[in-house]
C-alpha cells in the first residue's frame, strides 16, 4: 500500500498546502451576508452599473437646462472693408472693427419637447436604476450559491477524510488477518481498491473545495474564512405560489425596468412631435461696436424680443421620426410582456424546485438513518462472526453515498429558497444587507 500514499501525496500538492491554510485560518466566521455586502460594495461588474446609471441621471438633470435662461457672447476684432466707399459717406472705409454683443435666450415653449426630453431622460435613469437592483439581487443570488457550495464541500471534505480513515482501519484488520492465515489475499485485494477510491475521493473532494473557494475569491474579492451553514428566513419566503406570483409583480427589479423602458418610449413618442408645433422664446441682446459698418466711433444697440420660429416643411423627416417612435413605444410593450412572462416562469421554476428538494431531503434523510441502523447491526454481527470486514466495508460505503445525498439535498434545498426569494424580488431585502441610498432613491418624471 506504500505506493497508495506517496500517489496521494503527490496528487495533494500545492493545493492541499492552499486548502489547509485557508481552512485553518483563526479569524471570526464570515457570514452570508457579510460575504453579500462585501460584494455588492466591491464587485466590479455592480460598480460599472452603478456608474451607467449615474451617467443617466445627469443626463436628466442636464435636459433641465434647456428651461434655464441661456447667456452667450461674442465678441470680435479684424479687418472690414465696405464697397463701395461711397455708400457709407465715407471715402475711407478700411477699417479695424471691434464688436461685442451679449445675447439673453429664454425659452418660453417648443411644442413640449423639452419637458418630454426631460421625462425621457428621467424615465431611462430609473431604468438603469432598477437594472442595478436586479444586477444586485442577481449578483447577491450567485455570491449564495458559491458560499453554500462552499460550505458543502467542506462538509464533503470532512466526510472523506472519515470515509478514508474507516477504510484504512479495515484494511489494517483485514491484512492482520490474511497474515495471521485466517483471511484470503482476494479480500486484502477487494479492499485495497476500495481504499485507492476512498483516497481518490479524498483529492477530489479537496480539489473541488480548493476550486469553489477560487470562484468565491473571484466574486467576492475575499478569501472564505470560516464559513456557517446559512438559514434562510422562512418569513421571506410567500405562503403560496400565487402570493410569490403578486410579489414578483409588485416588487421584482426587472419587471420596473421593463415599465420604466416603456415610459421613456412613451416620452419619446410624444416628444418626436413637437417639430409640428413652433418654438416660442424670448431674446434680450446688448451689442457694443466700434468703427463698424463703414462709420468711425462707437455705437451700441439694445433689443428684446418676443421670437417664434415655426418649420412650415421638412422633408418628411418629421413625420417618419414620430411613426419611428410609435413603433419603438410598442416594442417596448412587448418586451415588457415578455419580462413578465420570463419573470413568471423564473418564479414557477424556483417554487417547483424548492418543493422537490424538501420531498427529496425527506426520503434522503431516511436513508441516511436506514444505513446508519445497518452500519450498526452489521459491527455487531460482525463481533460475533455473522458478518465480514467486507460486509461492513459495503454499508460503509452505503452510509458515506447516503450521508453526501443528503448533504447535497440539504444545500438544494436552501439555494431553492433564495431563488425562490430572488425570482419574488426581495432577496436583498431578506438577506438585511445596506444598500446604499443612492440605489433606492426614486428618480422622478
Known amino acids: ?50 456608474n451607467q446609471f449615474k451617467s443617466r441621471e445627469y443626463d436628466a438633470e442636464a435636459s433641465s437646462g434647456a428651461y434655464l435662461p441661456k447667456i452667450d457672447l461674442d465678441a470680435g476684432i479684424g479687418y472690414e472693408g465696405i464697397n463701395p466707399a461711397e455708400s457709407s459717406g465715407n471715402r475711407n472705409t478700411d477699417l479695424t472693427r471691434k464688436d461685442a454683443t451679449l445675447t439673453l435666450t429664454q425659452l418660453i415653449w417648443d411644442g413640449s419637447a423639452t419637458l418630454n426630453d426631460m421625462d425621457r431622460t428621467a424615465a431611462e435613469a ?35 477524510e472519515n470515509n478514508l480513515a474507516i477504510h ?13 492465515g485466517i483471511g484470503s489475499t482476494a479480500d486484502v485485494t477487494q479492499v485495497e481498491a476500495r481504499l485507492a477510491k476512498a483516497h481518490s475521493n479524498l483529492v477530489a473532494a479537496q480539489n473541488n473545495l480548493f476550486d469553489i473557494y477560487t470562484q468565491f475569491r473571484r466574486l467576492v474579492g475575499q478569501e472564505p474564512v470560516s464559513l456557517e451553514f446559512p438559514r434562510a428566513d422562512q418569513n421571506a419566503i ?31 413618442y410624444k416628444q418626436s412631435k413637437a417639430p409640428n408645433y413652433p418654438t416660442l422664446s424670448f431674446e434680450a441682446a446688448q451689442s457694443w461696436r466700434n468703427d463698424a459698418g463703414g462709420v468711425k466711433g462707437s455705437s451700441d444697440e439694445l433689443s428684446a424680443m418676443l421670437r417664434l420660429r415655426y418649420n412650415l416643411y421638412n422633408g418628411g423627416s418629421d413625420s417618419d421620426r414620430t411613426q419611428s417612435a ?62 465480514t470486514l467486507l460486509d461492513l466495508l459495503n454499508t460503509e460505503n452505503e452510509l458515506f453515498e447516503a450521508r453526501k445525498g443528503y448533504l447535497d439535498a440539504r444545500y438544494a434545498e436552501q439555494y431553492a429558497k433564495y431563488r425562490v426569494m430572488n425570482a419574488s424580488g426581495n432577496l436583498l431585502d431578506a438577506l438585511r444587507v445596506d444598500i446604499p441610498q443612492e440605489w433606492t432613491t426614486k428618480v422622478e418624471y
Open 126 to 160: 430609473e431604468a438603469d436604476r432598477y437594472q442595478l437592483l436586479a444586477d444586485a439581487s442577481n449578483m447577491a443570488l450567485e455570491v449564495t450559491k458559491i458560499y453554500l457550495d462552499a460550505t458543502k464541500a467542506s462538509e464533503i471534505l470532512t466526510l472523506s
Open 168 to 180: 484504512k482501519d479495515i484494511y489494517r484488520d483485514i491484512k492482520k488477518r490474511a497474515d495471521s
Open 326 to 387: 410609435a413603433y419603438q413605444l410598442n416594442r417596448s410593450k412587448d418586451l415588457r410582456e415578455k419580462t413578465f412572462r420570463t419573470v413568471e416562469e423564473g418564479l414557477r421554476l424556483s417554487w417547483s424546485a424548492l418543493d422537490l428538494t424538501l420531498q427529496q431531503k425527506h426520503f434522503l434523510a431516511d436513508h441516511v438513518d436506514s444505513a446508519s441502523k445497518t452500519v450498526v447491526a452489521y459491527r455487531k454481527q460482525y463481533q460475533i462472526g455473522q458478518r
Open 238 to 268: 410567500p405562503p403560496t405560489l400565487e402570493n410569490a406570483l403578486n410579489m414578483a409583480q409588485e416588487n421584482h427589479p426587472v419587471i420596473k425596468v421593463a415599465q420604466a423602458d416603456v415610459d421613456a418610449a412613451r416620452f419619446q
Open 1 to 50: 500500500m506504500a505506493h497508495i500514499g506517496e500517489n496521494v501525496l503527490k496528487g495533494l500538492s500545492l493545493k492541499a498546502i492552499a486548502l489547509a491554510i485557508a481552512l485553518s485560518n483563526p479569524v471570526s466566521a464570515q457570514t452570508l451576508e457579510q460575504a453579500v455586502s462585501i460584494t455588492l460594495a466591491s464587485n466590479p461588474e455592480l460598480k460599472s452599473a452603478f
